[in-house]
């Protein structure tokens, strides 16, 4: 701000001065005796007050002008903190807007996302009923009852992405021996697919939230699962450099389409796998991203269709000079 741009906005200010100042010369100059008298200076007074009121309701009408075209948001601001306090209105109104928009795509996210899960979940349940007019298979039924927890689990933890800065506790936690707990849960479906687990390694610890972390792999092994053919093999391993720490879960299921590829974390996306083979709601790996970059991680994909896909969750070495401390400290 330069004293230069404040003038115009005084612009006003200074023609009433000058022209007061014209006046009173003027007065004193044609004043046919040459000396200061009381009449003269009220006479001076008179038509300078005269030119000031002119000037107040001159003002006056601009200030109305203005107020009346704020509402068409096209208006030439008065002064300068009049400038200066549109720009910041205009700002204000322009984030407004930002945020309405944001409180709308949620809100239509999670319409259509409640639309998929009740659309989803009842399928299992009519699969459930079929199985009770019928000889229960008790293979079916824990897949048709484990597929309904999965939906579950999603739906809630989808309810808690917005607050998830209050639900959760970053420590340091075996990943080998939680993905071993979700191999556990599933082994059924590995048993009645005949597919191989291989878990190469013996442990690796990690900071993170192990209640998240856990859904996070169920998210990526069920997914591995769901598209690995009967037969098929599905492996655990970890890497480490000196930058980061990864969980690897590979498989050598149908794969996925280097067009789709870029998409799979996408909420809602199915891409081709989801729609010819198996129904699905395009949300796992949509949180299963989601939650691993609030907890400061990231997950990453490669595959080849027909031959393999690969799950990569991307973990920072140990950063936090807390549990450091701990850690040395029990030692």
């Known amino acids: 701000m330069t004293f230069l741009r404040y003038l115009p906005y005084e612009k006003p200010y200074i023609y009433l001065y000058l022209i007061a100042f014209l006046i009173t010369a003027a007065v004193f100059f044609t004043d046919s005796n040459g000396t200061l008298a009381w009449g003269t200076f009220f006479y001076a007074f008179s038509l300078s007050s005269i030119v000031l009121l002119g000037f107040l309701i001159y003002r006056y009408q601009q200030n109305v002008r203005v107020i009346r075209q704020m509402k068409n948001e096209e208006y030439d601001s008065l002064s300068m903190e009049g400038e200066f306090a549109k720009a910041y209105i205009d700002e204000l109104k322009r ?3 930002r945020e309405m928009n944001q409180i709308q795509d949620k809100k239509n996210e999670h319409y259509d996302f409640i639309v998929s899960w009740f659309h989803e979940i009842k399928t299992p349940i009519a699969v459930l009923r079929l199985l009770e ?3 229960m298979d008790a293979n079916s039924l824990r897949e048709e009852i484990a597929k309904i927890e999965n939906y579950v689990d999603q739906a809630l933890y989808y309810a808690k992405l917005d607050s998830f800065n209050q639900d959760y506790a970053i420590q340091n936690c075996d990943i080998i021996q939680i993905s ?10 590995f048993i009645s697919k ?6 190469q390694a013996d442990s690796l610890e990690v900071q993170t939230d192990p209640k ?12 591995s699962l769901k598209y690995t053919e009967p037969g098929g093999e ?6 480490e450099t000196p930058q ?8 050598n299921g149908i794969g996925i389409s280097q067009k789709d590829l870029p998409r799979i974390y996408n909420r809602g996306f199915t891409g081709e796998n989801g729609r010819m083979y198996t129904k699905s709601t395009g949300m796992g790996l949509y949180l299963a991203q989601q939650l691993s970059n609030k907890l400061g ?15 990569i969750i991307h973990f920072p070495q140990d950063s936090d000079p807390y549990l450091i401390l701990q850690k040395t400290h029990d030692e």
């Not at 991680?297 to 799950?311: A, K, N």
């Open 95 to 97: 984030e407004h807007i």
């Open 133 to 135: 007019q019928t000889d």
């Open 180 to 189: 071993k707990k979700i191999v556990k849960a599933h082994s059924k479906t």
């Open 194 to 199: 005949k597919i191989r687990i291989a878990i």
């Open 212 to 223: 998240w972390l856990e859904f996070i792999v169920n998210q990526l092994l069920t997914n």
């Open 234 to 239: 599905i492996t655990i391993s970890v890497f």
């Open 244 to 251: 980061e720490k990864q969980l690897v879960i590979r498989d």
């Open 297 to 311: 991680h990231y997950i990453s994909c490669t595959s080849e269709v027909g031959d393999f896909t690969q799950y």
